[in-house]
């Protein structure tokens, strides 16, 4: 992996909210007395009535999860109300439409009017406490509205990507016997409108032979397309909220009420129904999101992530809007109308934070450097990347290019199930090493260990497990607390498992290397995805690369690679040859490639991640049955892999 250290900037150290020095010392308290430090830091948000009790917290057992328990609050109140004094005519979202021009600009007053108002829609059709109400929408004002407003009346929230197909939304409404569904007629994206109305109508019915029955369905009118209406059944938003009272008061919640459900991406399996609450987890939205991202007063901060996934769940909402952010919410894509569209919007909104994924990073490199270089970024202070592994050379060009040196880059590890970032750099603290995530948040205590659940000390390469709670940790799979403990506290007793395989280098700090799923065993060396996917990409000719093992006689595992080259480039057996001799050059001759299969794309699922689950088998020449591909984007490319795999038996 990169050797190369970039020490904190002198500009992200002036006037930052945590210097290393703070952090090393927080850090310490976190870890020695956390019901110390966490009594302190639940202060961050307004109880009605506070907590005596932080934590009460076991990985053993029945594994029992509760902070802050006799606390009680509300999410809504938090992101809205106790704002309004201070901050009532500040701008709380700018929603940036998929046409560059529709904007629009959203003050805590109107949020405050308008989540109240759908709040008292819900309750007048009948929507009580720790009801599941389905919110399937796409990036519009309406989709936070809808959270919040759930939120505010303590209905649980689960919000499906707007992306899914109809049988995906029906497994998941029937999953959680939601019998509400908030959504639009069509949503827009790269210029093209999807039938999300028409696709709700398929799931209900589907749902209703699984004897799940959507009494109602909500639905805000984005683009006025044509779609079906069934009358009784199916409501405007529009008209509902114009015959209600524009004040709703917040349902008191216990800190441990439900808050949402929300099903993992589903890159190494079934997606699982993870279940938030209320206290801890805004509390843990909020603190990171501040210490993160640095969040000063006034910045303006953009996170490109779907309200659909964990990210836009604490980083475009609810971190944000606890804190009194100005948090920007995208309808479109980062290709429409051009490669420059992400560089466009940060220049004309000014956006000063800016968060994305290494898929998208990886995707804007490969349109070239003019793009980015066309436009000005200089409001940008601070950059971050989720979502997967960055390789170096991803990180390079995030730094470099588009973020002309002067911003340091958060990597931040976490995943739906931890609530909030676990393990980042802070931006005035943490020197910056391309390709890891670095240190631990405060309060998170990981511990790598071998497969018979030794702990590795120092310097090591094993399994990632936390080993005590944090606020924002979920709860229970929803429905499903056996699953719960089997996924996530069984494999090591008393440890929460992550699933991810992580080296620590002799600084401390972490660079997570894949599933450990993942983990290549060649001639009984033990190597992670990335570093083998980084090498690639690290060649001139290479954009995005995936790899896994198959079985290989004389080595146990081969390795065998997928590569999508620069736009332009055609793969040929001259290219093989030269990436197999780059690739031993970068890592070394036990990395050697077996198999390179030249692919125009890769199977992701749809929050951009590579389903490499899916590549084994193709690997393996055993792609029967490829699983659970209810969450790939796009089944045609793997039927193109299938044709021009590279290991037929
Ligand atoms: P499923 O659990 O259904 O297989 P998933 O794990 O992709 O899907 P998410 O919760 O969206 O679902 O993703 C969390 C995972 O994403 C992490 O376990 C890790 O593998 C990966 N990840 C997230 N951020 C980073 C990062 N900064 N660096 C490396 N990996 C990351
Ligand atoms: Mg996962």
């Known amino acids: 992996m990169s050797e190369k250290v970039y020490p904190v900037l002198a500009s992200a150290k002036k006037d930052a909210l945590i210097d290393n020095e703070t952090y090393l010392n927080w850090y310490k308290q976190s870890i020695k007395d956390p019901e110390k430090f966490w009594a302190k830091h639940g202060k961050r948000i307004d109880w009605f009535k506070p907590y005596t009790k932080v934590k009460n917290t076991s990985f053993e057992g029945k594994v029992a999860i509760k902070w802050f328990e006799d606390g009680v609050t509300n999410v809504s109140y938090n992101c809205i109300d106790r704002h309004l004094k201070k901050r009532g005519d500040q701008v709380a979202i700018i929603w940036e439409g998929d046409n560059p021009y529709l904007d629009k600009k959203i003050t805590y007053n109107e949020l405050y009017e308008q989540v109240c108002r759908l709040a008292n829609v819900l309750k007048k059709h009948g929507v009580k406490k720790g009801d599941r109400v389905t919110i399937y929408m796409p990036m519009i004002p309406e989709a936070s509205y809808a959270m919040l407003a759930c939120t505010r009346i303590g209905a649980i929230h689960s919000v499906v990507f707007g992306g899914f197909s109809p049988d995906a939304l029906a497994g998941r409404i029937v999953d959680c016997e939601s019998t509400f569904v908030i959504t639009s007629d069509e949503g827009m994206r790269g210029g093209k409108p999807i039938p999300l109305k028409d696709n709700t109508d398929k799931a209900i019915d589907i749902a209703a032979r699984h004897h799940v029955m ?79 991202f640095d969040y000063h007063d006034g910045d303006i901060y953009w996170c490109t992530a779907d309200v659909g996934w964990v990210t836009g769940h604490s980083y475009i909402v609810y971190g944000p809007l606890a804190n009194g952010a100005t948090t920007l919410m995208f309808e479109g894509v980062p290709n429409y109308p051009s490669v420059s569209r992400f560089w466009d919007v940060i220049d004309k909104h000014k956006v000063n934070i800016f968060y994305t994924a290494p898929t998208a990073i990886r995707a804007l490199m490969s349109a070239g450097d003019e ?246 088998k193709i690997a393996e020449d055993d792609f029967g049955a490829l699983g659970d591909t209810s969450t790939l984007a796009d089944p045609a490319v793997v039927d193109d892999l299938i044709a021009n795999r590279q290991n037929r038996k």
């Open 214 to 292: 959507v009494k109602n369905v909500l639905v805000v009118r984005r683009t006025g397309g044509k779609t079906g209406w069934a009358p009784g059944r199916d409501l405007w938003y529009h008209e509902e909220i114009a015959s209600v009272k524009p004040e709703c008061k917040p349902e008191k919640m216990k800190a441990e009420d439900p808050l949402f459900i929300l099903y993992t991406s589903g890159s190494t399996g079934k997606p699982k129904g993870v279940l938030h609450t209320t206290g801890g987890y805004l509390v843990y939205a909020s603190m990171t999101h501040q210490y993160v």
């Open 371 to 616: 793009p980015v270089k066309k436009t000005s970024r200089k409001s940008l202070r601070i950059l971050g990347s989720v979502g997967e592994p960055i390789n170096p050379e991803a990180w390079e060009w995030y730094y470099q290019v588009v973020g002309d040196k002067r911003s340091p880059i958060v990597d931040t590890w976490w995943q739906t199930e931890t609530g909030g970032i676990l393990i980042t750099p802070l931006p005035g603290a943490t020197a910056l090493k391309p390709g890891s995530a670095t240190r631990p948040f405060f309060g998170v205590q990981p511990q790598l260990v071998d497969n018979e659940g030794d702990v590795l000390e120092g310097a090591a390469d094993g399994n990632l497990c936390i080993i005590d709670s944090w606020p924002g940790q979920m709860r229970t799979v929803y429905g499903d607390h056996k699953r719960f403990i089997e996924t996530y506290f069984s494999t090591y007793k008393g440890k929460y498992f992550t699933g991810d395989g992580c080296r620590r280098d002799k600084d401390g700090y972490y660079w997570i290397t894949g599933r450990v799923d993942d983990v290549l065993n060649v001639s009984g060396h033990r190597m992670g995805t990335a570093e083998v996917e980084s090498a690639l990409v690290s060649h001139d000719t290479v954009s995005e690369a995936a790899v896994v093992g198959y079985p290989h006689d004389l080595k146990g595992q081969g390795i065998y690679c997928y590569v999508t080259l620069m736009a332009g480039l055609d793969g040929t057996d001259e290219l093989r040859k030269e990436l197999v001799t780059h690739v031993r050059k970068e890592i070394g001759p036990i990395a050697s490639p077996d198999k390179i299969q030249f692919a125009p794309s890769l199977p992701k699922t749809r929050s951009g991640k590579i389903m490499r689950r899916i590549l084994r």
